[in-house]
């Protein structure tokens, strides 16, 4: 792909907003669309174009990227009445990005192939950091052909890019990143509710824990987010939710049984009863210390 293509981008959120400002500091054309324009003003400040609807935002577009919510709203803005389906040229590609279901992902591939359009499901991890940073781990299912040609627009926010196969296998690939994260944040917060009760100098057993056979990114990364008591959100509480139900679901699909997940959602479930649903995936540690 040349920089001379055009892109539009729906669903600037926490990370969709870091995702197009690398674009538009690559110089590729973005046209943007979210539900509240408000949000998307810093954008738009930089040169990025605005549309009303989804529709308006992909006319003309040869990629369209999307990163919504929940997979209600990735359906609403593909096939909607305003959705990217009613206007989507054919030879364009679209690119789901929301942590979605399988099912959904091989749903909307058979329309887009339908219509001349290629479909992407291309889930990423690395929360607001890697997003900040241009070095988001991306998760490809579709065409092979359609990744080939969009690979250099994902190197522009991402460091570890691979194609995990058919469509689909995206979404199945995020499944497996978060049932990682959902039974090691439990492992994390314990640990550091476990060395709070203790009167530890929580800053000293970061140094001789993180770097050892129990490091991990949500320990080093997360873990002196919590030590400050900052719970802002890089992934909302209310999404991962809605994550690892989808995780169980599949899993059920195939016969699997997953306690560790359902333990986590479980305890989020709680936090979410409680109000903390806006909160960042680290405020499980107010499971154990509020």
């Not at 792909?1 to 600037?12: C, R, V």
């Not at 990227?65 to 209600?72: A, D, E, L, Q, R």
């Not at 364009?92 to 058979?110: G, Q, R, W």
Request: hydrophobic residues 40%.
């Amino acid at each position: 792909m040349l920089k001379g293509e055009k892109i539009a981008f729906i669903g600037t959120g926490v990370m969709g907003t870091s995702i197009v400002k690398h674009l538009l500091a690559a110089q590729y054309e973005v046209t943007v669309y979210t539900r509240t324009k408000e949000k998307a003003q810093t954008l738009i400040d930089l040169g990025a174009k605005w549309a009303d609807t989804p529709a308006k935002a992909t006319e003309e577009k040869d990629i369209i990227f999307t990163m919504v919510g929940f997979p209600s709203d990735v359906e609403e803005v593909y096939c909607g009445e305003n959705g990217i389906f009613q206007a989507a040229k054919e030879g364009a590609i679209v690119v789901d990005m929301t942590t979605s279901e399988p099912t959904l992902a091989k749903k909307l591939y058979s329309i887009a192939k339908e219509k001349g359009i290629s479909s992407l499901n291309a889930p990423v991890s690395g929360g607001d950091i890697g997003a900040k940073n241009g070095t988001l781990s991306i998760m490809v299912g579709g065409d092979k052909e359609a990744f080939d040609q969009i690979l250099p627009i994902f190197e522009k926010f991402g460091s570890n890019i691979v194609y995990q196969g058919e469509s689909g296998n995206g979404q199945h690939t995020k499944m497996c990143n978060q049932l990682l994260i959902a039974t090691n944040m439990i492992g994390v917060c314990e640990s550091i509710a476990y060395g709070l009760k203790a009167g530890l100098d929580l800053d000293k057993v970061m140094q001789s824990i993180s770097t050892g056979a129990a490091g991990s990114w949500s320990l080093s990364n997360l873990g002196p987010k919590m030590l400050n008591g900052n719970f802002d959100p890089g992934f909302y509480i209310k999404h991962f939710i809605k994550d690892m139900k989808i995780a169980i679901d599949e899993a059920e699909r195939m016969n699997l049984d997953l306690p560790g997940v359902k333990l986590s959602k479980e305890l989020y479930n709680t936090l979410l009863d409680r109000g903390y649903g806006e909160n960042g995936t680290q405020a499980l540690l107010k499971y154990y210390i509020d």
